[in-house]
T-cell receptor, first 114, second 115 residues
Framework: GDSVTQMEGPVTLSEEAFLTINCTYTATGYPSLFWYVQYPGEGLQLLLK?????DKGSNKGFEATYRKETTSFHLEKGSVQVSDSAVYFC?????????????FGTGTRLLVSP | GAGVSQSPSNKVTEKGKDVELRCDPISGHTALYWYRQSLGQGLEFLIY????????KSGLPSDRFSAERTGGSVSTLTIQRTQQEDSAVYLC?????????????FGPGTRLLVL
């Protein structure tokens, strides 16, 4: 079945460092891809999404490009802030997963220190 | 406007008791989803409602779990005879419809602890 694999965390960075969180997926067909973020004590929020190959999703300085050839959707940010500390979830959605359910990766915790 | 709301925010119960968790989706959203977030399993899909169609129950882990959606709006997830492994955060999400491009908006979750 469809699945998402994320890099293990936690990822620990200093403020203003460059961030990459790797995400690869396995799916038949053409899934939509998402990054969700969960800040401490809060619910899941959509960070960005891409619905077709070569699309780039971006929001709050974060970017991810839908790479069909490498089945990847890596999350990047050029300069992280302490306020970016959170858990980041990569997810996909396709009809092959049954209706509209999201399939999530295990999440990657990001810790940014001043 | 108002987002997805869930109640209670926290629930502590004893093993063997039944619990009900409530979700109020965003007004006008026809699709509603339940997920579970637990330490051992990550985020996993439980059940999906779309309008008046039969729900997709493929993610429910056992027959102790059930859910209903009344009037196409509010949903209740019921766990009967709770077990300690049911301890998790139960998340509800809604989306405008079933289009693959539509965003699912999540509620804050109900944290369930089974003693």
């Amino acid at each position: 079945g469809d699945s998402v694999t994320q890099m293990e965390g936690p990822v620990t960075l200093s403020e203003e460092a460059f961030l990459t969180i790797n995400c690869t997926y396995t799916a038949t067909g053409y899934p939509s891809l998402f990054w969700y973020v969960q800040y401490p004590g809060e619910g899941l929020q959509l960070l960005l999404k891409a619905t077709k190959a070569d699309d780039k999703g971006s929001n709050k300085g974060f970017e991810a490009t839908y790479r069909k050839e490498t089945t990847s959707f890596h999350l990047e940010k050029g300069s992280v802030q302490v306020s970016d500390s959170a858990v980041y979830f990569c997810a996909l959605r396709s009809m092959n997963t049954g209706f509209q359910k999201l399939v999530f990766g295990t999440g990657t915790r990001l810790l940014v220190s001043p | 406007g108002a987002g997805v709301s869930q109640s209670p925010s926290n629930k502590v119960t004893e093993k063997g008791k039944d619990v009900e968790l409530r979700c109020d989706p965003i007004s006008g959203h026809t699709a509603l989803y339940w997920y579970r977030q637990s330490l051992g399993q990550g985020l996993e899909f439980l059940i999906y409602f779309q309008g008046n169609s039969a729900p997709d129950k493929s993610g429910l882990p056992s027959d102790r779990f059930s859910a209903e959606r009344t009037g196409g709006s509010v949903s209740t997830l019921t766990i009967q005879r709770t077990q300690q492994e049911d301890s998790a955060v139960y998340l509800c999400a809604s989306s405008l419809g079933r289009n693959l491009q539509e965003t699912q908006y999540f509620g804050p979750g109900t944290r369930l602890l089974v003693l």
